[in-house]
Nanobody
Framework: VQLVESGGGLVQSGGSLRLSCAAS????????MNWSRQAPGKGRELVAT????????TYADSVKGRFTISRDNAKNQVYLQMNSLKPEDTAVYYC?????????WGQGTQVTVSS
């Protein structure tokens, strides 16, 4: 079982990035998925969640209107489109798959937004 994040990097304030999370070893369509982040010296923050079917999403107030979570169950992938990035979005972003029994985490991808 593996979740592998990609797409992080360094971007200027106001820029965009698209994170991807590839799931393997399990059928991700049976799991809700979310993205969370952790900035240096801070706790982990839940950023966005998408239901197993993809028809329901929720967002943290801090990213509403700027970030979009989506998934492609045929490809076992979940995405986070991040627009209008701000320096305070700088963090390690983690992908998480969960249902009532199991939880799987990725290793994270670094996003750095320069001012």
């Amino acid at each position: 079982v593996q979740l592998v994040e990609s797409g992080g990097g360094l971007v200027q304030s106001g820029g965009s990035l698209r994170l991807s999370c590839a799931a393997s070893g399990f059928t991700s369509s049976f799991y809700h998925m979310n993205w969370s982040r952790q900035a240096p010296g801070k706790g982990r923050e839940l950023v966005a969640t998408v239901s197993s079917s993809g028809d329901s999403t929720t967002y943290a107030d801090s990213v509403k209107g700027r970030f979009t979570i989506s998934r492609d169950n045929a490809k076992n992938q979940v995405y986070l489109q991040m627009n209008s990035l701000k320096p305070e979005d700088t963090a390690v972003y983690y992908c998480h798959a969960y249902n009532r029994v199991y939880h799987y985490w990725g290793q994270g991808t670094q996003v750095t937004v320069s001012s």
